[in-house]
């Protein structure tokens, strides 16, 4: 690596809309003649992407920048930036804690990060330029991928829904949907760069469209991208209420879609998903993802889960792990009620108090680990199509990837190492099934396909 280049580092905390900012950075930041750097101490500026979702992102995003006091000390030109929802909920307030920081940016103005640290570089006091909205979709910055193979592809941000816990409506805005020739054109031209897998990103996909043409188009959206030669397609988040009937017809018709769905169901209590606002009641839940396993019955199923909103009883929490498992979910992301300021439910009662979360929330991981077990023990002598991601990080002749569940796969690489198959389809059949990952063999040798 060429030293004498001015070096970056990207932070993200939080959902992967912010992993998809994070490579937008990076390639803004490549695109100015910058160069990632290997370690933070060795970066000349770190730019952190957060999320203010939950409130661990801001106490993780505090200690770290926190942490970074003494770099700063030694190295007083290394800019920090901290942008996302955080930077948009607080703007010139984060200084007041993180008085080290040179750049505030929002989630409206990402590709004005470059501008910015330029501006801070001359002047000796702190940049901050928080957006109240903007009406245009910023999706043509330069992108550097994670990986090669693989890229994220946002079709809407912003939320309407107004889920009374949740305060991502109030720092990514109303819903604005990109155009579906826009989102198309993209894929075209990252599937001729190499990509085979590409995860379409929203707050609530199944609406995507209803801003631009009246109506949801998201399942006409997914028939469109299947058709661009691209190999896997994902999406991320499914909200129930909105989820189609067109929308499963396509997932279970269109091999190029994973059969793998994201579908937040936060509890399983029918007053407690009222006070959420959630619009629909575990009954219909429950009869929606019957109707997704009659139409795909091999179909990989993850949740996200809140323990702990105000009111909830123990009553209410038992309803949660009968709908547990009764959904034989694949996954499920677990978390304690935190109180979010300008949320509807801050103004809730009665709080759950901190101990009885806490117990709930580790009865209900351990059900949802029972539930992970059992679906992947139904995979055992199953041939699935892995796409490679390399070599396991616990031994180098094994190869890791993912399965069209998303599930990470391991399997021994014979011959080849299996750094040089990362970006190829293997098949391999399943012998051990293990709660958050399976083991196989080859089976069949791989496809070939290589990213370019
Ligand atoms: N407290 C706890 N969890 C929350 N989530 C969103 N807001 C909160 C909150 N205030 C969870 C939801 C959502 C996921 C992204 O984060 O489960 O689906
Ligand atoms: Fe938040 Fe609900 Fe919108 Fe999801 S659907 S982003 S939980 S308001």
């Known amino acids: 690596m060429d030293t004498s280049c001015p070096r970056f580092s990207v932070r993200t905390f939080g959902c992967q809309m912010n992993k998809h900012d994070a490579e937008r950075v990076a390639g803004m930041l490549s695109a100015a003649g910058m160069h990632a750097a290997d370690e933070v101490e060795q970066a000349d500026v ?18 770290q920048v926190a942490s970074l006091k003494a770099l700063k000390r030694r190295r007083p030109e290394v ?34 990060l470059p501008a910015l640290l330029a501006r801070a570089r001359e002047s000796s006091t702190p940049v901050v330029e928080v957006l109240g909205g903007s009406d245009e979709f910023t999706s043509d910055l330069p992108s550097e991928r994670e990986h090669r193979w693989h890229a994220w592809v946002p079709i809407a941000v912003g939320c309407d829904n107004f889920c009374s816990y949740c305060v991502v409506p109030y720092v990514r805005g109303p819903e604005r949907s990109r155009h579906a020739e826009d989102v198309v054109e993209e894929v075209r031209s990252l599937v001729a760069d190499g990509v085979l897998e590409v ?16 109506e949801p188009q998201f399942a006409r959206l997914l028939g469109a991208v299947a058709q661009t030669g691209i190999r896997r397609i994902r999406f991320a988040t499914s909200h129930p209420k909105d989820l189609s009937e067109d929308t499963i017809r396509v997932m279970s018709q269109t091999p190029e879609v994973c059969r793998a769905l994201h579908l937040p169901v936060q509890s399983g209590s029918d007053h407690v998903l009222e006070s959420m606002n959630r619009r629909y009641t575990s009954s219909a839940y429950l009869g929606l993802v019957d109707r997704l ?31 547990v498992r009764a959904a034989r979910f694949d996954q499920a992301f677990t978390f304690i009620y935190s109180s979010r300021e300008g949320t509807a439910a801050a103004a809730l009662g009665p709080r759950v108090p ?15 680990q029972r539930q992970a077990l059992a679906k992947n023990k139904a995979l055992l002598g199953s041939v699935q199509a892995i796409l490679v991601e390399g070599a396991s990080k616990r031994d180098a002749t094994v190869l890791a990837g993912r399965s069209e569940g998303n599930k990470v796969v391991h399997a021994r690489a014979p011959g080849d190492s299996p750094d040089s198959l990362a970006g190829t389809f293997v098949d391999v059949r399943i012998t051990e099934a293990h709660t958050w990952f399976l083991s196989g063999e080859l089976a069949g040798g791989h496809t070939g396909i290589q990213a370019g």
Do not use: K, W
């Open 46 to 63: 770190i730019v952190f992407l957060t999320c203010c979702v939950r409130e661990n992102a801001d106490e993780r995003l505090e200690g």
């Open 79 to 112: 800019l920090i930036a901290v942008g996302g929802c955080i930077g948009q909920r607080d703007g010139t307030e984060l200084l007041r804690a993180l008085p080290h920081v040179d750049v505030v940016f929002g989630t409206h103005n990402l590709g004005r």
């Open 199 to 214: 995860t379409l990103l929203g707050q609530n996909v199944n609406s995507y469209g209803r801003d631009l043409y009246g």
């Open 293 to 323: 396993y009659r139409a795909m019955p091999d179909l990989a199923l993850s949740t996200d889960i809140i323990v702990g909103f105000p009111g909830e009883t123990a009553e209410d929490f038992e309803a949660t792990l009968d709908l």
């Open 354 to 368: 901190r101990d009885v979360a806490q117990e709930r929330f580790d009865r209900l991981v351990s059900e949802v």
